[in-house]
């Protein structure tokens, strides 16, 4: 096993076996064909155009419009049981950070329509000398979502509303009990993009990064009761985890990979596969 199993595990999805979705002409999603039917089996709200593309019908036209459907559309869908559940927070759906939403849909049928998701993650780390200690979370066993496995210190969606930067300090505070007056030194460190595909379809999903070093006296607290608890770990402990198992949830692993490049850990001299790294971090994503 190599760090580059965790970008190619990332990376999937075959666009090929799905039919894309377009809003105002512009190509936002991706769903599966038994998914398209279910959609279209609603009623007139969805369609397939010329090109057997879907999207909405033309007079669902406007930002409310299109929000009135899908919370319709996906609380008809969950009933079915075509979608499996809703969370009840809603993300935005934009092409890219420039853009204005065009609407907003719960996060867990975000996969099923093939729409990018935008999140926060947080390296939280240490030094102890020359060295760097990583904090790693270990998620709750009755997590409804990869239980027990090893995470990011803090990490969480990006609802629609919030700033990332206020997104991330508010994680900060529910997932690890840190305050703002610490919370307010993170330092942003760009983004990781993938292509994966679930059960429930495609995560064309893009993570915000930041690093917070902390006081080495400094320890979280699992607030919020998604963390079962934290570790203190050694750097090179960390690389060698990821480095040799899939004990990290599946992005999570991306994030610490990015670290390693970063702060100089992964080297172009020390790891054969640095170039396809660093490029495999940023997936060119298909819409």
Not at 96 to 123: E, I, K
Not at 218 to 238: K, M, S, Y
């Amino acid at each position: 096993m190599t760090y580059l199993d965790h970008i190619k595990a990332c990376n999937n999805a075959n666009p090929a076996r799905y039919v894309p979705f377009r809003i105002n002409g512009m190509s936002m999603g991706a769903l599966r064909p038994d998914f398209a039917s279910a959609l279209v089996s609603l009623g007139s709200d969805f369609m397939r155009d010329d090109n057997g593309e879907f999207c909405f019908a033309p007079h669902i036209a406007t930002l409310e419009d299109r929000n009135r459907v899908l919370d319709t559309t996906t609380r008809a869908l969950r009933d079915k049981g075509v979608i499996r559940r809703l969370h009840g927070e809603r993300f935005d759906i934009r092409p890219t950070l420039g853009h204005d939403p065009l609407c907003q849909l719960d996060r867990s049928a975000m996969p099923y329509f093939g729409f990018r998701s935008w999140g926060v993650h947080m390296n939280g780390y240490v030094r102890k000398g020359n060295d760097i200690h990583m904090w790693v979370a270990h998620r709750a066993k009755d997590k409804p979502t990869y239980p027990g496995m090893l995470d990011n210190m803090v990490a969480g969606g990006q609802p629609a509303g919030l700033g990332f930067l206020e997104n991330m300090i508010k994680e900060c505070a529910e997932e690890a009990a840190i305050p703002e007056t610490l919370a307010r030194h993170l330092k942003p460190v760009g983004t990781i993009s993938y292509l994966y595909e679930t059960n429930e379809g495609l995560k064309p999903d893009v993570m915000v990064n930041y690093d917070l070093e902390l006081p080495a006296d400094f320890v979280p607290q699992c607030a919020d009761g998604e963390v079962e608890r934290f570790e203190l770990l050694p750097l090179d402990e960390v690389a060698k985890i990821v480095r040799g198992s899939f004990d990290f949830k599946f992005n999570c692993a991306l994030v610490i990979i990015d670290f390693l490049i970063r702060h100089g850990f992964l080297t172009a001299d020390n790891e054969p596969e640095y170039c396809q790294l660093t490029t495999g971090l940023h997936r060119n994503i298909f819409h």
